[in-house]
């Protein structure tokens, strides 16, 4: 993980699993999900005003994500997993981060109690970072208003920072998932300031790729989300400790309906197969990233096996203008 970054699990740990407490704590709060620019801003406005006061930006942020407290089949793929998380936090400049369970007793506490006992508290929070839509306590009854009077009360600073917009769009996780089911990955690096990424696992897969003379790495996703089916040009990278690999790669994410009848009511399987561009080895096991630099066209049934794999090699082509 970058950075000298310390990585506690419960509030309450913090003294014991630091040996110390915190240092003049300027704390973030949100749920992060895709680390975006707007999160980013955030924990660098918290680095900021924790480092002017010799102190330590600290992040709070939540497992599970409330909404998949409060309703899991109705609550949004997540972008990240935590793991994956908790680096992008390390890297946009956070000291601490601070992973609170999100449980019924936490979910039943008063926003009043969660300024005192949770910030004041717990964090010895002397600044708090958060954004303008922020809500917390039970039924969601605090809001960034409230947390101002109260800070102010407690002699405890509150930062309230403004949506960051690019090209006139709100940097938000609601529209970063809107641009990937859209297949609009570009949109999505827009909004993240990095490209959309996946990784996971190469798993074996039936390994027609390679009987066509195109193998393919298929990834086992670890994060919920994966973009609108088609083809797409990305980067993999490997990112386990293995030898490192950064090369061009088309991507193929669907159901492979050339070669898949699909039955009646049933949804196919979604699948997420890699070729890498001037590659030959062997990747079973490995743990792969991918990163999306943009769509190259929609998934299609083609009428052979010659037919498709023409059009993957123009689907490579098209890879290798995409990324020079």
Known sequence: MPGDVHVIRGRQRVTSELGRPLRAPAVAIGNFDGVHLGHQALVATAQ????????EAVVLTF??????????????PMLLTLERRLELLAKAGADVVVVEPFTTDFAALPADRFIAEVLRGDLDARQVVVGRDFTFGAGRQGNATMLGSEGARLHMGVSIVAPVVVAGLVCSSTKIREFILEGRVEGAALLLGRPFEISGR??????RGR?????????????D????????AARACRVDDGPPLRLRAAVSVGSNPTFTVQARGVVPAVTVEAHLLDFEGDLYGARLRLEFAGRIRDQRRFSSADELVAEIRRDILRTREILP
């Open 48 to 55: 900021r005003l924790a480092h002017a006061a010799g102190g």
């Open 202 to 207: 190469v798993v074996h897969g039936v390994e």
């Open 225 to 232: 989300l994966v973009p609108k089916p088609g083809v797409y």
């Open 211 to 223: 009987t066509l003379g195109i193998p393919t790495a298929n990834l086992d996703p670890e994060a």
């Open 63 to 76: 497992d599970p994500h409330p909404a998949r407290f409060f309703a899991p089949k109705l609550a949004p």
